[in-house]
């Protein structure tokens, strides 16, 4: 028995290539399932482009997609811009492979879209309001804050003063007060 799905434009999470590894090419593959729009940066994007990946949009130099006009180029030329790309174009959530240092271009946007982003190592979201998920034992969890972030939690223990673990294999829990904070889980 086969089961079809149809895919709404912009139902699933865009996908913003800001960097990426050649080791991440299995993460890419499993964002790419449902066919997201798939916008990239020049830094990346040969090495999208050498995937056989389609891409839909590149922020940045026309000149490198002179003999593909399928691609619409957009004149941005920073994170917060193509952030912001995405929530004028009404796209409800918003998929980053990128780095840590991608955060501080994250936070002016928690409140206009779903974001998410995969770096190497982790994944990482902005926490809005509550953050609840069921983890095994032992996982370590961090914790990212701006200044004066207030929060609680419950179903971990503190290792330091960004990390924690979880006591037993449930349903962790974090409800934010006040501050930037975003939650790190390594992958």
């Keep these: 028995m086969s089961s079809h799905h149809i895919v709404r434009e912009k139902q699933e ?62 004149q941005l030329k920073n994170t917060s811009q193509y952030i912001q790309y995405f929530v004028d174009n009404s796209y409800p959530a918003l998929t980053i492979l990128g780095t840590k240092a991608d955060l ?18 982790q994944k990482i979201i902005p926490l809005k309001n509550t953050y609840q998920k069921w983890l095994p034992k032992g996982k370590i969890m961090e914790i990212i804050k701006g200044d004066n972030a207030e929060f609680n939690w419950e179903g971990l223990n503190p290792i330091d003063n960004h990390q924690f673990v979880t006591t037993e294999d449930g349903i962790i829990y974090f409800e934010y007060k006040k501050g930037s904070i975003f939650i790190a889980e390594y992958i």
Excluded: H
Excluded at 41 to 65: H, M, Q, R, Y
Excluded at 112 to 120: F, N
């Design 104 to 121: 501080s271009s994250l936070t002016p946007f928690v409140n206009s879209l779903d974001l998410v982003l995969i770096t190497e190592w």
């Design 13 to 74: 999470p865009a996908l913003l290539v800001l960097a990426f590894e050649y080791e991440q090419e299995e993460m890419l593959g499993q964002l790419l399932e449902w066919s997201p729009t798939v916008a990239v940066t020049p830094s990346v994007f040969d090495k999208i482009n050498s995937l056989g990946i389609k891409i839909d949009l590149c922020f940045g130099k026309a000149e490198i997609i002179n003999n593909q006009p399928e691609i619409k180029n957009i």
